[in-house]
Structures are given as structure tokens and as C-alpha cells.
């Protein structure tokens, strides 16, 4: 973008990350579609985009599917954590928070801090 058009029209810059692209194309489709999944009727369930990454200020915590059990191709069996199985909303929802400490901690500390 060239600076005079910025300087011009005083558009407010938004950075999708610390990378380089070879154009706009790819960090415009980003950003519409951050904001187009919030508009109603757009993701399935109105309120998935509320439990989402960032949305507390955390990373987002490990998803998992069916089956319980997967065994990959290097002969290791992974499991969904039991507490995910276990019904307790409550439990669940601290070792979702949990799991989000540790997860941005680990990978982006700069969002603990304050």
C-alpha cells in the first residue's frame, strides 16, 4: 500500500502477524474472514465464535473427535483425555482453562503478561 493513499485517507492499520506475504490477497481474506464468522447465522452455532481462541485473552485449548482411542501409524494409541469423557461440565470447563494457561504460555507468553 502505497504511504500517501495511508496518509490520506487515515486508514486504521491491521496486522494479521509478523510474517511477510507476497501481496494483500491472502492477509484480506484473513481478516474478512475474522469478521464475517461473527456475523450471525455465518458459523453453525451462534455462540461457537464466544469459546474461540483469544476470545479470553488465552489460546485456545486442545480439541478432540471420535473415536476415544486413535492409533496412529507410529504403533502409538492416543487417547481424549477421560475428564472430556467424564460428564462433569465443571471439570471440564477447568481443565479447558487450564489446558489454555498452558498452551499460551507455552507458545505465546506475551499474552500473560500485563
Request: proline share 5%; charged share 30%; glycine share 6%.
Amino acid at each position: 500500500m502505497d504511504q500517501r493513499v495511508l496518509d490520506a485517507c487515515d486508514f486504521e492499520e491491521v496486522s494479521i502477524g509478523d510474517f511477510i506475504l507476497f501481496g494483500g490477497e491472502v492477509a484480506a481474506m484473513a481478516v474478512l474472514e475474522a469478521c464475517i464468522r461473527l456475523l450471525p447465522d455465518v458459523v453453525g452455532n451462534n455462540d461457537s465464535p464466544l469459546d474461540e481462541s483469544f476470545s479470553n485473552g488465552l489460546l485456545e485449548y486442545p480439541q478432540y473427535t471420535k473415536p476415544a482411542n486413535w492409533d496412529s501409524q507410529n504403533g502409538k494409541t492416543y487417547d481424549v483425555p477421560d475428564i472430556l469423557r467424564s460428564g462433569k461440565h465443571k471439570d471440564v470447563d477447568n481443565w479447558r482453562k487450564e489446558q489454555s494457561i498452558a498452551i499460551t504460555k507455552k507458545n505465546r507468553p506475551d499474552l500473560l503478561q500485563d
